[in-house]
């Protein structure tokens, strides 16, 4: 069974950070590139953070670059994402993902997703 279990969501006041954690299990890691995607009711889900199966290759939108940084740990099966200088603008749910880069990018066809975890920043 796959699955993408993200944590280390909360509240945090403005100009704070948080660290959010995604482990997968039930399939091989580095089989796909991951993800991180973000969703505000009523509003067009964002792609936030990309990192390929290597590393080698990262994306960030242009609302997060300087501030979000993100990562993995391949032994471990985990996708970070570091997020500093938080902003009331970041506040939403936060979704991981897995699938192919161009899958990323687009934002469709993408192959696994976890259930999300909230950011909460106030001012």
């Known amino acids: 069974q796959v699955q993408l279990v993200e944590s280390g969501g909360g509240s945090v006041q403005a100009g704070g950070s948080l660290r959010l954690s995604c482990t997968a299990s039930?399939?091989?890691?580095?089989?796909?590139?991951m993800g991180w995607f973000r969703q505000v009711p009523g509003k067009e889900r964002e792609g936030v953070a990309f990192?390929?199966?290597?590393?080698?290759?990262?994306y960030y939108a242009d609302s997060v670059k300087g501030r979000f940084t993100i990562s993995q740990d391949n032994a471990k099966s985990t996708v970070y994402l570091q997020m500093n200088s938080l902003q009331r603008d970041d506040t939403a749910m936060y979704y991981c993902?897995?699938?192919?880069?161009?899958?990323?990018?687009?934002?469709?066809?993408?192959?696994?997703w976890g259930q999300g975890t909230q950011v909460t920043v106030s001012s």
């Open positions: 039930g399939y091989t890691y580095s089989s796909f590139s």
């Open positions: 993902a897995a699938g192919p880069w161009v899958a990323l990018i687009a934002g469709i066809d993408l192959i696994y």
């Open positions: 990192i390929s199966p290597d590393g080698d290759s990262t």
